[in-house]
């Protein structure tokens, strides 16, 4: 994996600039049939905009005066508050005013923490009119990657966000989104913050494979986070896609590596996938030559082999096989359920009270846990 200070650095831009000459055409020929590349990102589920929403307080609003709208003919903003940073509020107000650009960047922190803001369409008319589309692109662009390169990284997705509100589709944007996201993720120590950043990221690095299926850095990417989920089949399909994209000689020999790596894992969840599609036998089959080898640590594979023997009648099997799991995962709740089923065919009337006794306590356990998360994320959406 590269390092941090080169991960935002210039050395991913010439290939994202050859992807967009290459796919020019293509985008075009979306937007004259009438087909967006993506929905606009207002638009979307925002899963981490809360974690944002303090920076809300550094700003203030107030409207533009009567005179600077009709001198600037800019009617649609009549009305609409303009975010100002408290510093600002005193130069705004007096004769010497802000300048226009400075506006401009308020505006995009606002659409940046709060997409949905309700004048986030004529921050967007209004940018629009006065700027350059593109000048004002590569400016949030560049203003993202050095903040990451600093690791201020709220600085950075707060920028990265208003530019993908002025362009969904634009490859830098998507891109830098989905590493920062992945950062954030990386870095987090609560399971609702990260899977929230993960399924961000994971689903920018996908969208990027669908809408820029040339830019090869996207599946190298996306192949780790399918990696960390277990999806060992994905990843070794999106990085075969990588190295067959990619002109990286030092990330390919890296891949490489790793699809030499996956073989037995695939192996290993292609016989999960048999147990799950109740062919048990083929289960078995796949599975059980992996008792003897580095994977028998991995509860995972004890857990499948004690559903397919269940299935199959081999019920002493079965019990040390999900005995074997607990040994590993002593709260998995379906092998401590598979046992009490097993306890109570077999007549043993103690072990099955025993097993259904923990499996109730497990579940009081999670019913607790989810309790506090949606209490905890109520509690987030009062602070927003």
Not at 98 to 110: D, F
Not at 278 to 290: C, K, M, Q, S, V
Not at 338 to 343: I, K, P, S, V
Request: charged residues 35%; positive net charge; proline residues 3%.
């Amino acid at each position: 994996m590269k390092k941090l200070t080169e991960r935002f650095k210039k050395n991913d831009n010439q290939e994202e600039t050859q992807v967009i000459k290459e796919e020019k055409e293509l985008i075009k020929q979306k937007n004259e049939n009438g087909v967006p590349a993506l929905i606009p990102f207002e638009s979307r589920n925002d899963r981490v905009g809360r974690y944002f929403k303090k920076y809300l307080k550094n700003f203030l609003f107030d409207e533009f005066s009567d005179s600077f709208i009709t001198k600037n003919r800019l009617e649609f903003m009549r009305g609409v508050p303009i975010p100002l940073r408290h510093e600002d509020f005193q130069v705004f107000q007096g004769g010497e005013g802000l300048k226009i650009l400075h506006i401009a960047e308020n505006m995009a922190w606002i659409m940046g923490i709060d997409p949905k803001f309700k004048y986030t369409s004529k921050y967007v008319e209004f940018t629009n009119r006065l700027f350059n589309q593109r000048t004002l692109l590569e400016g949030l662009l560049k203003e993202g990657r050095d903040a990451a390169e600093k690791e201020d990284f709220d600085n950075a997705i707060i920028h990265f966000r208003a530019a993908l509100i002025l362009k969904p589709d634009y490859l830098h944007a998507m891109y830098s989104y989905a590493r920062v996201c992945r950062e954030f993720y990386l870095r987090g120590n609560d399971d609702i913050y990260i899977g929230r950043f993960k399924a961000e990221s994971m689903e920018y690095f996908e969208l990027l494979t669908e809408v820029h299926p040339r830019f090869a850095q996207a599946y190298y990417y996306l192949g780790y986070d399918y990696l960390n989920l277990g999806l060992y089949q994905k990843a070794a399909l999106v990085w075969k896609e990588f190295l067959r994209r990619s002109n990286n000689f030092q990330d390919k020999r890296e891949i490489r590596k790793r699809l030499a790596q996956l073989e037995q894992p695939i192996t290993i969840e292609k016989g999960c996938n048999a147990v799950l599609a109740g062919r048990w036998r083929e289960g078995l089959d796949i599975l059980e030559p992996f008792l003897d080898t580095k994977f028998k640590g991995w509860w995972p594979l004890h857990y499948y082999l004690g559903v397919a023997y269940a299935r199959t009648g081999s019920n002493a099997k079965a019990v040390a096989s999900f005995k074997r799991v607990l040994g590993i995962n002593g709260s998995h709740l379906e092998s401590i359920k598979e046992l009490a089923d097993l306890y109570a065919l077999s007549g043993d009337k103690e072990n099955e009270r025993k097993y259904r006794k923990k499996a109730e306590l497990i579940m009081a356990q999670i019913a607790e846990q989810e309790k506090e998360r949606r209490e905890r994320e109520e509690k987030e959406e009062e602070e927003c």
